[in-house]
T-cell receptor, first 114, second 114 residues
């Protein structure tokens, strides 16, 4: 079946630095990718919709300048957490949608900001 | 806009007894519906999905769900719970709103007692 790969699976960084998380569709072209954030013991909150070749669409309350999303190709979307702070520590998950509407999730990336 | 409601935040069953996790949805279009399971500190695992084919969907690990359009429900069931089923379960709806934007339910924590 189709696979979505996220990298890194775990990252620890210092406060004030930026961290990039990659989401790749390995065997299909993803016209749309989604980024989610999951707080401890909570559900997944949709952060933004990433469309290849265009600007991401952010959900209400999500800071565009804090969470930079780039979808430069049909197989890669990146989420950059800029000037990270401890409150940005979370589990970030991406999903990718093919033209058929099939939805595939990455394994998630756990960010810890010290 | 689509939405999904998981009616129970916690469900507790005894090992060997049936499991019922309830989910109701709303969608302006023909939706795709999914159930995902998440074990502690892990990513998401797809249990099953409905994408306008058979209304009774069989998934992995003995789980199944029935799509009932008249009731706008997609409840997850399993005839006999196993200790390893203890986890968080998410009902997810996706339709072509916003390019197949996917919305997660709040999650249901399943406890299985010995």
């Amino acid at each position: 079946g189709a696979v979505v790969s996220q990298h890194p699976s775990r990252v620890i960084c210092k406060s004030g630095t930026s961290v990039k998380i990659e989401c790749r569709s390995l065997d299909f072209q993803a016209t749309t990718m989604f980024w989610y954030r999951q707080f401890p013991k909570k559900s997944l909150m949709l952060m933004a919709t990433s469309n290849e070749g265009s600007k991401a669409t952010y959900e209400q309350g999500v800071e565009k300048d804090k969470f930079l999303i780039n979808h430069a190709s049909l197989t890669l979307s990146t989420l950059t957490v800029t000037s990270a702070h401890p409150e940005d520590s979370s589990f970030y998950i991406c999903s990718a949608t093919a033209n058929t509407g099939e939805l595939f999730f990455g394994e998630g990336s756990r960010l810890t900001v010290l | 806009a689509q939405s999904v409601t998981q009616l129970d935040s916690h469900v507790s069953v005894s090992e060997g007894t049936p499991v019922l996790l309830r989910c109701n949805y709303s969608s302006s279009y023909s939706p795709s519906l999914f159930w995902y399971v998440q074990h502690p500190n892990k990513g998401l695992q797809l249990l099953l999905k409905y994408t306008s084919a058979a209304t009774l969907v069989k998934g992995i690990n003995g789980f199944e769900a029935e799509f009932k359009k008249s009731e706008t429900s997609f409840h997850l069931t399993k005839p006999s719970a196993h200790m390893s089923d203890a986890a968080e379960y998410f009902c997810v709806v996706s339709d072509r709103t916003g390019g197949f934007k996917t919305i997660f339910g709040a999650g249901t924590r399943l406890f299985v007692k010995a």
